[in-house]
DNA sequence: TGCCAAAGGAAATAGTATAACACTGCCGCC
DNA sequence: GGCGGCAGTGTTATACTATTTCCTTTGGCA
């Protein structure tokens, strides 16, 4: 993998202005809450905006070696990346054991993925009746909820018909 | 861990009848199935139904090892684990890298899991809601789903309120 | 200035998963 | 019976992902 933007389902997508929204959003976060968005951590938040694909640990850290320089181990990678979590900048998707940006950080949000099996986009769903009737499951099981992951594979209206006749879903994500 | 049987949601709960089920099951689907449930599958899937916390690939290697005296390398169980996938019998769970019996799995289903933080325990649930208002926001992206994982984090009935008082919910993972 | 806590560098190791090849036993077939 | 193919497993090596531990640097602040 070594494309530079493939945007969310592809195609006509501005990414430069979407990376260049999240890391301002995030400067203006950290910002507020007080917490300190250093170099370091900048630089692999851009790294993970680099596409909608999610990023592994590893790539990262080949970037932060070849593009940057920088003298770098896993630890470097894996701090900054739990740092970008807690600020939810960034997810994790589970199921792939990488990492891709948040559309949205400022809103608390129980997200939903949409992975694509061919090209690899992840788009980012926030749907309240997703997560409302996995509370209501939970709450019949006595269950208290901290955190819920929603993954799910398929392939994206893009790759299912390149043709475009999915006219609809384009930048929704970004939306 | 070395717990051998925390029931879902613990505590009084038959295990040995829900591992006996659980092989008998898994012997009669297979044989209609037309594929061969061998020894050391066999032996796997129950290693796994051992209990109803997640079991990871390498403490499944150990005990074939330890408890069986097999020689055995990784392969061997990631192998069988595959097979038992692929069956449908067990789930892999992605936010834990480790495996779980499936309650019932005879019937296709987008399952939800409920993994409490502190004894560890899965409840699979099988919401037809939950999955529907996935497909619903998956329609309206123009996106096919292949598959959907739902886990949720987070602590379960016995283990908020020891004392008991959540009753409703023990048992119906096994159901 | 001196202290403290957070951030990052560095080395080692732990944990998870797969690739590649060899061996065996079973089954169908001539 | 001999043969070929294939599924299942054994074996070795390696790739990929993540954490522990200790140390150094930095930045804020009394």
Redesign the pocket.
Known sequence: MTEPAPGPTAGQHDHKACVSNALAMASALCQRRG??L????QRVLELVWRSHVPV????ILDRLRVEDG???????????L??LMEQKLIH?IESL??FVGCIDPSRPHAAQYLICRQCGTVTELDDGAVAAAIQEQARRQGFSIDRQSVEVHGTCGHCADPAGAATNHAETATA
Chains 1, 2 share one sequence.
Do not use: H, M
């Open positions: 917490v300190r250093t170099p370091l951590r592994g640990a590893y790539e920088r003298s770098a181990a896993p630890p470097t990678v894996y701090r900054a739990e740092f994790r054991n990488a």
